[in-house]
């Protein structure tokens, strides 16, 4: 499954599936396998497909939709170099727990899509984590996401994960998650921060 991301609302984003695609007719035709109240038309919309083995962005306009099938207008078609659509959550105070060889390591979660996470530490707690990742000789870890009380089915969520980057300049960390992308865990979390985001939309 992908995630159409509605440029304007990203609350009103949803899970899919290609059907068809037409580049020369500018059409693209998709199954939506969520929520489809969370279509808007009219709205401006970041989708994702697989063609000949290269991943691709669109920039569509959806126009009509019929039984689960939604019909976009493509605006713009580029390779996209990320899988995922990333959201820059700050403003959320979203925190994690890094553990790594049974060491636990606060952070604050910056950025975050549906394949991993970008993480914020305090001067003291990078200089912890950078020792603990070069230490580590299996280059995995599992980050457990905290959530306020009653927000999910359980307050902390726990995904294994990969760093991929170390930024001394900010003192972040990038995770790439080890899991199918439809594991509900993320998903869960996913869904938790759309319904956060609305809030932030202007």
């Known amino acids: 499954m992908l995630i159409a991301y509605n440029l304007r609302n990203p609350n009103l984003s949803f899970l899919y599936k290609v059907l068809d695609f037409d580049l020369e007719r500018k059409t693209l035709a998709v199954e939506v ?7 808007e038309l009219g709205g401006e919309y970041e989708l994702f497909i697989n063609k000949d ?6 920039l569509g306009i959806a126009q009509r939709v019929y039984n689960r099938i939604t019909e976009f207008e493509i605006v713009n078609f580029f390779e996209n170099k990320r899988r995922f659509p990333r959201f820059k959550i700050s403003v959320l105070n979203l925190f994690a727990d890094v553990e790594i060889d049974n060491v636990t390591v606060p952070g604050r979660v910056m950025d975050f899509s549906l394949g991993g996470a ?15 990742l070069d ?13 306020p009380n009653g927000v999910l ?3 902390e ?23 199918d992308p439809g594991n509900q865990s993320v998903l869960k979390l996913y869904d938790y921060i759309l319904n956060k985001m609305k809030f932030f939309v202007d």
């Open 33 to 39: 396998v969520d929520d489809i109240k969370k279509v």
């Open 53 to 58: 083995g290269h991943s691709f962005k669109v």
């Open 118 to 132: 970008r993480i914020k530490f305090t001067n003291r707690n990078f200089r912890m984590i950078k020792t603990l």
């Open 135 to 147: 230490k580590d000789e299996t280059n995995q870890c599992v980050i457990k996401f905290q959530t």
């Open 153 to 155: 089915a359980k307050k």
């Open 157 to 179: 969520i726990s995904i294994t994960a990969a760093p991929v980057r170390i930024s001394p300049e900010d003192r972040t960390v990038s995770f790439m998650f080890i899991l």
